[in-house]
């Protein structure tokens, strides 16, 4: 594979050292800390992308065949700078938290501080929204950043880089371009966090390197995403959601739609209507549409090639496949061995198994009998009893009801797998959380007087008894007895008014209306009262 890249990526793995050296003490320079700059540089990395668009698609264009870019590549990654510009201020303030009464007088509060240097592995499939949207994180948490974008999009490639070069600030912000040795020298490194975007079998390798350092890595992997269209379903629009999730990107998207299970009552009419959906997308030949993209490189259109074959199902459509082009046509199988490769790995490619069940606890069966995927879709009625069942029954990174793909699109979701599919929710709040130390602290008062001195030697049995008393209320929030004392604080305050003569008739008249009593001339107005 490195052939095809060799001239556009070097691969100098020498350079690692340096540039990690230089921005971990260029970090202790608290520069990255001030919320101001790092709004700065959000703002600048939002012009560079803005600014150099013709070349963003341009780059698309040349490493995946996708003309269409802009939707899915640039907007959604420009969408999560803007979240964080617009909400900077708020993430990264302290969040006060509840002081129990053990601890009282004190406040407690959380500080979401920077973790340092934080290395992003870029993906090929999306080159440009797993380095720049990820790296657009880590700098609104405070971090250095080094980004390693994918040696497979080396157009992108040239482009991430070019973009820092010229828009942030190199004392902090840096791209390193690289093949194998770059990959694999970076994962030893002591980096303060590893993000990384890509398959289960290279998640574990960094890992594994990163174990050497105690370097924590957040996954966001792949995995295998089941979709159900239950009947009752919508069927127009599963079809319509189904083939753009399946095949936007050839494919080649971790959260598509990996395999079908349909209810039988309903397989014949929604299968017609896939086979429909894929024409009126793509065309009656989808090798000349301009809305599908081709295989990242001659590897992966070999590994796709190899699914289509042997797999023991039947082709409704597609399974063409054209390696000049790197070209597999939008395949739908019917009924695949389930223990063939089409079924036992992530396809990642423009193949889409399609079969049948009868029941429910079918499906939860099979889909647990499984590794945990990154998202989980079901297509049904809106009121459907077998939502809550498999909200509750089984477990992935995210469930979509009546829809596949784009929950992406709300920053307000967390997004990331569970156990294969990947360990580390990002996007947001949660991203900024994941790429943030989220430090305790807590500032009491210098008071230890009873019944605070219970803690100290000597233990006496009365300051025991004591003691395990109030450790039976050690969760009881203080504010509560904050509250507590100014509300006796302002009846105090009101029975002193209530004795004054200036205060207290005012009261009494008050009350005197409220309650419809006669008022008028008397000896004792409180004792009327």
């Not at 574990?204 to 996954?219: E, F, G, H, Q, R």
């Not at 294969?420 to 602290?441: C, P, T």
């Not at 205060?503 to 000896?523: N, R």
Request: charged residues 20%; hydrophobic residues 40%.
């Amino acid at each position: 594979i490195n052939a095809e890249y060799m001239g556009m990526i070097p691969d100098d793995a020498s350079v690692i050292k340096p540039m990690l050296k230089t921005l971990k003490a260029n970090f202790l320079k608290n520069e990255t800390k001030n919320i101001s700059f790092r709004r700065d540089q959000l703002a600048k990395l939002k012009l560079g992308i803005q600014e150099n668009m013709s070349r963003i698609n341009e780059a698309l264009e040349k490493d995946l065949g996708y003309y269409n870019a802009k939707e899915f590549h640039i907007s959604t990654t420009l969408n999560e700078i803007k979240f964080y510009l617009s909400e900077l201020k708020s993430l990264a303030k302290s969040r006060t938290v509840s002081t129990p009464v053990l601890l009282t007088p004190g406040i407690s509060y959380v500080v979401p501080e920077p973790l340092g240097v934080v290395l992003v592995y870029g993906c090929w499939n999306y080159p440009i929204f797993t380095t720049l949207k990820y790296a657009a994180t880590a700098i609104a948490a405070g971090n250095c950043v080094i980004v390693k974008p994918s040696e497979m999009a080396p157009n992108s490639s040239n482009v991430v880089k070019d973009i820092f070069e010229k828009y942030l600030n190199r004392d902090y912000y840096r791209v390193i371009e690289g093949q194998v040795e770059v990959a694999k020298g970076l994962s030893h490194e002591p980096f303060d966090a590893i993000v990384f975007t890509g398959g289960i079998e290279k998640g574990k390798l960094i890992s594994k390197a990163a174990a050497d350092n105690l370097v924590p890595c957040l996954l966001e992997l792949g995995g295998k995403n089941p979709t159900i269209i239950d009947e009752g379903a919508n069927l127009d629009n599963a079809a319509l959601r189904i083939i753009q999730g399946r095949f936007l990107n050839a494919g080649q998207t971790c959260l598509a739609p990996d395999y079908l299970f349909i209810h039988e009552s309903i397989r014949a009419i929604f299968t017609e209507k896939l086979l429909k959906t894929v024409k009126e997308m793509f065309g009656e030949n989808p090798k000349q549409s301009k809305d599908f993209s081709r295989i990242i490189n001659s590897f992966h259109f070999k590994r796709l090639k190899n699914l289509l074959e042997g797999h023991g199902g039947r082709i409704l459509t597609g399974g063409q496949a054209d390696e000049n082009e790197r070209y597999i046509a939008p395949t739908l199988i019917a009924d695949p061995k389930v223990e063939s490769p089409l079924m036992s790995e992530e396809i990642f490619g423009p193949i889409l198994p399609i079969f049948s069940f009868s029941t429910i606890d079918e499906v939860i069966a099979f889909v647990n009998s499984r590794t945990k995927p990154l998202a989980f879709y079901y297509f049904g009625p809106v009121l459907s009893k077998n939502k809550a069942r498999l909200l509750q029954e089984t477990s992935s990174g995210a469930i979509v009801f009546n829809d596949a793909v784009f929950q992406l699109g709300n920053l307000h979701l967390p997004f990331g797998g569970v156990g294969h599919s990947g360990n580390v929710k990002l996007g947001g709040q949660a991203g900024f959380d994941a790429l943030s130390n989220l430090k305790s602290v807590m500032d009491r008062a210098t008071i230890n007087s009873f019944p605070f001195n219970l803690r100290f030697p000597p233990f006496t049995s009365a300051k025991q008894r004591a003691f395990s008393f109030m450790v039976k209320y050690l969760d009881f929030p203080q504010h509560y007895i904050l509250r507590f004392i100014l509300l006796i604080f302002l009846l105090l305050i009101a029975v002193r008014a209530f004795k004054s003569d200036k205060v207290g008739p005012l009261i009494i008249q008050l009350l005197q209306e409220l309650l419809g009593v006669p008022s008028g001339p008397s000896k004792g107005h409180k004792e009327d009262l």
